[in-house]
């Protein structure tokens, strides 16, 4: 995927030392960056005047059995298990144990 933006106007101004700027965005499924680069008095500034995070976060608990071999899948120790899922890649699996 190519993402690219035309600058060209803005480089013509900085050759030409005339006051300039121009508005830019970046974004991804999860995160949306904006902001504006501006030329003034022989000064380039690149401003972020947005940034957004989006995500959603599943979590799903459940029960299993320690997976050893077949005595232990039927009649083993049940173990708590929870699973956090993120739209944006990230994913962790807890087991929690239960303390005496």
Avoid: H, P
């Avoid at 480089?11 to 030409?16: A, L, N, Q, S, Y």
């Avoid at 976060?57 to 299993?64: A, S």
């Avoid at 962790?92 to 303390?99: A, F, L, P």
């Amino acid at each position: 995927m190519s993402r690219t933006t035309d600058v060209s106007n803005l480089v013509e101004d900085i050759r030409k030392n005339v006051t300039s700027s121009s508005k830019w965005k970046d974004s991804t499924e999860c995160l949306v960056v904006e902001g504006d680069v501006t030329y003034k008095d022989d000064s380039l500034s690149v401003n972020v005047n947005k940034r957004k995070f989006d995500n959603t976060i599943l979590i799903t608990g459940y029960w299993e059995r320690n997976q050893r071999n077949l005595w232990t899948r039927i009649f083993g120790r049940k173990i708590a298990t929870a699973k956090a899922t993120s739209k944006c890649g990230e994913s962790e699996t807890i087991i929690i144990d239960k303390k005496k």
